[in-house]
């Protein structure tokens, strides 16, 4: 069992759709990170949010944290091909042990031009 | 230029020789990490380090070794390897362990156990 459960697993999508990305827990959270990962490469940070209820934007892209701090949710506004790879979220727990790092299941988003 | 490298990029061997993968970082990050990638699993954490000479295991560490002599280097180190670590391997450093910090991703491994 994943300890971050993100759905869906895979979205394929026209250029110009809207989207959402949930990340899940059953854990509490401190921080959670969204990371996007192309072919052939690591993943790279997009974003971290902190505080339960907070909400960044990042040009299209709105990362909600939830209040409860066990969830995050990644909205996409008028895809682009340029959106294509894989999302991953990832933070630590906060009972969790020493200084573990966990990262969800992974999104993989097409968007078709 | 602020990077993570591994070697080797792309590596098939057999079952039972020993090998080892290297990591190096150039940012004077406390924390790094080795994680491996399986399709529909994500990344999973196999060993941190906090500093030097300081390892724990993260969650799938059976079958792996590393150590932290210095700080910008975190080899993993795998024994007597077996199919079932076949896998994209990926190392990452952070400047400290805290869990807000943003950890930089080398561009992986990937390991076939043949």
């Known amino acids: 069992t994943q300890l971050l459960e993100q759905s869906p697993q895979f979205l394929s999508i026209q250029e110009g759709e809207n989207l959402t990305v949930y990340c899940n827990s059953s854990?509490?959270?401190?921080?959670l990170q969204w990371y996007r990962q192309e072919p052939g490469e690591g993943p790279v940070l997009l974003v971290t949010?902190?505080?339960?209820?907070e909400v960044k934007k990042l040009k299209r892209l709105t990362f909600q944290f939830g209040d409860a701090r066990k969830d995050s949710s990644l909205h996409i506004t008028a895809a682009q091909p340029g959106d294509t790879g894989l999302y991953l979220c990832?933070?630590?727990?906060?009972?969790?042990?020493?200084?573990?790092?966990?990262f969800g299941t992974g999104t993989s988003l097409t968007v078709i031009p | 230029e602020a990077q993570v490298t591994q070697n080797p990029r792309y590596l098939i061997t057999v079952t039972g020789k020993k090998l080892t993968v290297t990591c190096s970082q150039n940012?004077?990050?406390?924390?790094m990490s080795w994680y491996r990638q399986d399709p529909g699993l994500g990344l999973r954490q196999i060993y941190y380090?906090?500093?030097?000479?300081?390892?724990d295991k993260g969650d799938v560490p059976e079958g792996y070794k590393v150590s932290r002599k210095e700080k910008r280097n975190f080899p993993l180190i795998l024994e007597s390897p077996s199919p079932n670590q076949t896998s994209l391997y990926f190392c990452?450093?952070?400047?400290?362990?805290?869990?807000?910090?943003?950890?930089?991703f080398g561009d992986g491994t990937r390991l076939s156990i043949l």
């Open positions: 990452a450093s952070s400047s400290t362990g805290y869990s807000n910090q943003p950890q930089h």
């Open positions: 854990s509490v959270f401190s921080s």
């Open positions: 949010v902190v505080t339960g209820g």
């Open positions: 990832a933070g630590a727990p906060v009972r969790g042990t020493g200084n573990q790092f966990y």
């Open positions: 940012m004077n990050h406390e924390y």
């Open positions: 380090s906090m500093n030097v000479e300081v390892t």
